[in-house]
């Protein structure tokens, strides 16, 4: 019944709402936030928040800025979760994800920092081709794969899968954001107008069940995508979210070459494998799914995509099943009337054809309407019912009492909401070093798992603070390759690089670490290493050999000199060439080819007693 609850009416006028929320939005443009970020202008509202392009005055770059809504800014339980979830996504770090940045609050105003993307969503390039050829969906697919699939590699659950999440970049990325979002939402328990925490058209049928979530709601959530990808349509339409979420529970998705005929078996197979209604039949996570996706992939015709884009789609029948025997309620209701073929009860932009009637998602000629509000109403009456037998039911099994789950190993915010749906309560308590748990994981609940305990009862949560901290060995002016293996080691990850200038460490050194060396780390957060670019070649054109040499003297070059007779009007005593040219990095102790005009016409400068090819150790 919980799921139910989460779909709202506002009671506001949505004319009313959508004027107060954009003066809300377009009022924060030229404000600065935290000091530092300088909100430009607004990309998209959705949702959970608006998305602004900004400027990060610190760094000179260009970022995106998602400022959350008030009514969830306001919310003090959501923002601590918030908090966690942008920590943990942003340890993330893989091409096909949005980089997270940083993280905020001013006055009253929570907000991310984010990697800026220039370019679309991938709804963006629905809405204006319709669908995609089978090559390309498998291409815009795999990337998204690879990004969940590096997620659920650290345990972390996108929950929120959808075209809308999935940014197309100018120059070919594709990046998925938004990772840990849902998950803050799902725990502060928010709703809002429109609105449902995993959007229902991708909501796995365990979602819709017990808000349950892992790896495979992912994979079942990606699996619609492709379906939509392939025929774009959404395989389950309906006039209401409850409606939509009934047919994830109780449907198969149909067979994409149900709706574009003649697309291969194997893409069949591959949609039916991910959007199995039992999650152990689907692949266990976006890893395994990108794979059989990249082998169906390489099965398919050069020539696929331009063949297949002539085909005529065949629009969705009401209840359409994969395997053609299932037969659920909205089936029932509904199968008598019969379809237009070539009337879609609606386009890609959700307008209604004016020539047909949606009831629940299925269509039917106008004659049929009284029939259809008559079978409408009669559907509704027996979800009610299921509903309240479903409510009863629970009260009587599990209302008063209930047996203390599992929680070890789970996050505090995973551990509430488990222990919520069971009608129970809990709190953090100490904290306490265990090896085998990761950071901020439950390592021990009180009462023990297993215990029954009535309905309300307080359970008290001991996380973990990991491993032991282990001191950062000395990697300074080791090879890249050679320090990261001393951290591995160590027992410690090795992060991020940093590339600096440094006249004294060699160009693919490591400079220091962040920590530095010797300072306690754990061994779950990752190591920075600044590495040496080397020098950068100054630019010596112009200066006398005198100057030129007092330069590279200062950066540990060696300067060798080269005389040759000016020309064309060159200055007499002046630098005319180089060797390495300017910009390019060079390391200390490097030899530089320095050239001039000779010293037929100076008087003063010491370096007109050389005469020939001189060689000059810069004093």
Not at 150 to 155: D, E, F, S
Not at 466 to 482: C, F, M, S, T, Y
Request: hydrophobic letters at 40%; glycine letters at 10%.
């Amino acid at each position: 019944m919980e799921p139910a609850a989460k779909w709202q009416v506002s009671a506001l006028n949505p004319h009313t709402l959508h004027l107060m929320e954009r003066a809300e939005a377009d009022s924060l443009i030229g404000q600065v936030l935290d000091g530092r970020y300088v909100v430009r202008s607004r990309i998209a509202r959705g949702g959970m928040a608006t998305v602004y392009a900004g400027h990060d005055t610190k760094l000179d770059r260009t970022v995106a800025l998602k400022v959350m809504h008030a009514n969830l800014a306001g919310d003090e339980d959501f923002v601590r979760r918030f908090v966690d979830e942008a920590r943990h996504a942003a340890a993330l770090s893989h091409p096909n994800v949005v980089a997270m940045y940083d993280q905020g609050t001013d006055q009253g105003r929570v907000f991310l920092v984010m990697e800026y993307v220039a370019g679309r969503t991938l709804r963006d390039l629905l809405t204006e081709r319709g669908r995609l050829g089978p090559r390309a969906a498998l291409q815009v697919l795999r990337p998204i794969l690879a990004a969940l699939g590096a997620a659920h590699r650290v345990g972390l659950v996108h929950r929120d899968v959808k075209p809308e999440n999935v940014l197309l970049a100018a120059d070919g990325q594709v990046k998925v954001t938004d990772f840990g979002l849902a998950r803050a939402v799902t725990a502060s328990r928010q709703t809002q107008t429109g609105m449902l925490i995993g959007t229902v058209a991708y909501l796995a049928p365990e979602q819709v069940l017990t808000g349950d979530a892992d790896a495979r709601t992912d994979v079942y959530a990606a699996g619609i995508m492709l379906f939509e990808l392939l025929t774009g349509y959404q395989p389950y339409q309906a006039g209401t979210p409850l409606a939509v979420a009934y047919r994830h529970v109780n449907e198969t998705v149909p067979a994409p070459s149900s709706v574009i005929p003649g697309l291969p078996p194997q893409l069949d197979a591959l949609v039916a494998g991910a959007t199995d209604r039992d999650p152990a039949r689907r692949p266990p996570d976006a890893g395994r799914f990108d794979a059989v996706a990249g082998e169906v992939l390489q099965a398919l015709p050069p020539d696929i995509d331009s063949t297949s884009a002539s085909v005529v789609p065949v629009p969705l029948g009401p209840s359409q099943a994969a395997d053609g025997t299932r037969a659920s309620l909205s089936e029932r209701v509904t199968q008598n009337f019969r379809v237009s073929p070539d009337a879609p009860s609606s386009g890609h932009d959700g307008t209604p054809n004016p020539h047909t009637m949606v009831i629940s998602g299925f269509e039917g000629p106008p004659r049929t309407r009284w029939r259809r509000r008559r079978a409408s109403g009669l559907f509704a009456a027996c979800v009610v019912v299921a509903l309240l037998f479903g409510g009863f039911v629970w009260f009587q099994t599990e209302g008063r009492t209930a047996r203390v789950p599992q929680l070890v190993g789970l996050s505090e915010a995973d551990a509430r909401l488990r222990a919520e749906k069971l009608g129970l309560k809990v709190k953090a308590g100490s904290s306490r070093q265990d090896p085998r748990v990761p950071k901020d994981k439950v390592a021990q609940v009180e009462p023990g798992v297993g215990t029954q305990v009535r309905t309300g009862t307080l359970l008290t949560l001991v996380l973990s603070t990991g491993k032991p901290p282990v001191a950062v060995p000395d990697v300074r002016k080791q090879p890249l390759d050679q320090a990261e293996q001393l951290l591995r080691q160590a027992g410690l990850q090795p992060g991020r690089q940093v590339r600096q200038d440094s006249a004294t460490v060699p160009r693919g050194d490591v400079i220091t670490t962040r920590p530095a060396a010797g300072k306690k780390q754990n061994p779950e957060e990752p190591v920075t290493l600044v590495v040496s670019r080397g020098i950068t070649m100054p630019d010596l054109s112009g200066l006398t050999p005198s100057q030129a040499a007092r330069k590279l003297a200062a950066l540990g070059l060696n300067a060798q000199w080269r005389q040759q007779a000016p020309d064309n009007g060159q200055q007499p005593n002046t630098v005319i060439g180089q060797d390495p040219p300017a910009g390019q990095p060079v390391n200390r102790g490097d030899a530089v080819q320095v050239t001039f005009t000779d010293q037929s016409q100076c008087q003063w400068d010491p370096f007109c007693s050389y005469g020939g090819d001189q060689n000059d150790g810069g004093g």
